[in-house]
């Protein structure tokens, strides 16, 4: 029975391939609009929230000429290779004002030494963390120990093991993706920092003089306490270490972005609405069009011995099925389009992006199908009640005519 | 078997009355036609015969059954079983086959494949079986007239009631369809048609002619 009646309303589709088409492209278009503007802006929000769970300070030192690397670094996770004494973070760390720093430090180790593509090292120490360690926290809670490392979602590793410049490394933790060059990132505690250059040196990575030496941090960390201005801490950290840093300050950095997200947002928001409405539009004009040129058929079929509730479901179940069909291939380009080019979306709008899983696509295109299948029915429903409401022969009469 | 008692119909617009308290009866078996000059309410006439349009006043009663009391319902149930109609075009969709245009509109109540035979059958009947794959539009008007018929004796009703089926084609073919109809009807059916055709008269066992009010 339910195969007759899939068959009967595909052969009422096949029938009128003209207008099916058209439903087809027009749901399809709807479709890849909605899944298309709600991925990118739940991505955008999901980089947004990443990075605000990682933008844990008030300012943050880096070495002299580096605060465009720096200011990357914070919004897409590209490390920079940028370094001054390893000291700075001890000079400034007493000063008032100041309730707690940490340093890190980034080296860059070859591809071939370990991983498939380039990956980093992040150096930090977990007495002091204030920065990694809450962005972790949900996935090893322990404190780092030598020669244990944490690597990014993206980091293959084998056996729980990770091998860089000829060593294996156990992996404690893999990170969730955030969307940034921290997923192909490997953390170390800083007490292993001058064991891994040995290595790099022994087995000939190239490496800088300065990278040699060891005695390097790329960033300091600092936090202020209540009522102190950033400005005199600034001027009392210059006297203390010297003019060899810039300062960064991640949380105005953040404020910033967060008012792009919000206008990017309202903007694809805005994009999605009025798409709608348009296209629902246009879904109320072919469905007239369609069901309008489709009187005499279904005078016929009343005639032919099928009441007007079962013509009232055929017809409806025929614009179900065809918007259904052109709202999943609407939904699939999209994914197609948006989730392999998400990084570079993310990049060309200088935001942090995290596309969505897989589970959270399917259900995003089950929603979508739902909404567009919904919308489709609502604006063909009153058309549908109209032809099966007139007099058969009339109509009939008039296609004599 | 079908009887209208004082049919009457006015249309609605000019209140011009077409059919004045008309009272009719088809028998079991029976070929039966109704002519008149054009706007004498032939076509008017047969749609209130078949159940598909209402008329002023009067009844239709099909085995006892007035149609025009039924629900919807019932009444589409008596269209598929029992009663029905031809429309004078011919109604076709274009981008299925003929056979597809025969068998979809009954697709749900019978397996497809003992309808198609039948319909196979039918079509052969009528001279025009090798025609069954075709679309639409690549058959003439006679051609196209002898699918509708075998679309509406598919489920074998106990009437079938076409309007002008003979309309605008050649003797031959007039004659081939008068003929499968004049058989359908001594297979224990009835059939009522519309038509100038002189020639119905050596098919129908019962004529009526209406004037034009």
């Known amino acids: 029975m339910i195969k007759s009646k899939i068959r009967s309303i595909l052969s009422g589709v096949k029938s009128r391939i003209f207008y099916s088409t058209c439903l087809v492209i027009t749901t399809a278009v709807l479709s890849f609009m909605l899944f298309s503007g709600s991925i990118i802006k739940s991505s955008l929000n999901k980089g947004m929230d990443n990075m605000d769970r990682r933008l844990g300070s008030d300012i943050m030192l880096v070495p002299k000429g580096s605060r465009e690397e720096a200011e990357n670094l914070l919004l897409e996770g590209q490390r920079g290779t940028f370094y001054f004494d390893g000291s700075v973070d001890d000079k400034v760390k007493d000063i008032e004002g100041i309730s707690e720093v940490t340093s890190q430090c980034f080296l860059k180790s070859l591809s071939a030494d370990c991983c498939s593509s380039e990956v980093e090292l992040v150096f930090y120490d977990p007495d002091t963390d204030f920065v990694v360690g809450p962005w972790i926290e949900t996935n090893y809670k322990n404190s780092l120990k030598k020669d244990d490392v944490i690597v990014g979602s993206d980091i293959v590793t084998e056996n729980g093991t990770i091998k860089l410049f000829g060593k294996d490394y156990e992996v404690v933790s893999q990170m969730a993706k955030t969307g940034t060059a921290l997923d192909s990132s490997v953390y170390f505690s800083s007490e292993s920092m001058a064991s891994v250059i040995a290595d790099a040196e022994e087995k000939n990575s190239f490496l800088t003089e300065e990278q040699k030496d060891g005695d390097i941090l790329s960033s300091v960390f600092i936090n202020l306490n209540a009522g102190y201005n950033e400005d005199d801490v600034i001027r009392e950290c210059h006297e203390k270490a010297g003019d060899v840093f810039d300062v960064v300050y991640p949380k105005q950095l953040n404020e910033s972005l967060s008012d792009n997200l919000l206008r990017i947002t309202d903007i694809v928001g805005a994009v999605i609405l009025i798409g709608g409405v348009l296209l629902f539009g246009i879904l109320v004009l072919i469905n007239s069009v369609i069901i309008e040129s489709r009187k005499q058929e279904v005078a016929l079929l009343r005639v032919l011995g099928n009441s007007k509730g079962k013509m009232a479901a055929m017809l409806i179940s025929e614009t179900g099925i065809v918007s259904l069909f052109g709202s999943l291939v609407g939904c699939l380009l999209g994914a197609l389009i948006v989730i392999p080019f998400g990084r570079y979306i993310g990049m060309s709008l200088s935001m942090p992006y995290l596309g969505p899983d897989f589970i959270g696509s399917t259900l995003q295109i089950i929603f979508i199908m739902a909404i567009v299948f919904l919308v489709a029915l609502v604006s063909s429903i009153v058309f549908v009640f109209h032809v099966t409401g007139i007099e058969p022969y009339l109509a009939l009469k008039k296609e004599a005519e | ?213």
Do not use: W
């Open chain 2, 1 to 213: 078997m079908l009887v209208s008692e004082k049919i009457t119909y006015r249309y609605k617009k000019n209140k011009r009355t077409i059919l004045n308290s008309v009272d009719y009866s088809l028998e079991e078996g029976q070929f039966s036609a109704v002519m008149g000059e054009s706007g004498s309410g032939k076509s008017t006439f047969l749609a209130i015969m078949a159940g598909i349009l209402k008329p002023v006043e009067g009844t239709v009663r099909y085995n006892d059954v007035d149609l025009y009391e039924l629900t919807d319902k019932e009444l589409s149930k008596i269209h598929r079983n029992s009663i029905c109609y031809v429309p004078q075009s011919n109604i076709m969709l274009k981008n299925i086959t003929v056979l597809e245009n025969i068998v979809n509109p009954y697709i749900e109540a019978d397996p497809e494949a003992d309808l198609k035979k039948k319909a196979i059958s039918l079509l052969e009947k009528l001279g025009i079986g090798n025609l069954a794959g075709n679309y639409p539009y690549e058959l003439s008007g006679g051609e196209l007239k002898r699918a509708s018929i075998v679309r509406a004796a598919l489920m074998g009703p106990k009437v079938i009631i076409a309007d002008e089926p003979t309309t605008g084609l050649d003797k031959e073919t007039g004659n081939r369809i008068l003929s499968f109809l004049s058989e359908y009807a001594k297979e224990g059916n009835s059939v009522l048609v519309a038509t100038h055709d002189e020639h119905i008269e050596k098919y129908a066992d019962k004529i009526i002619r209406l004037e034009r009010k």
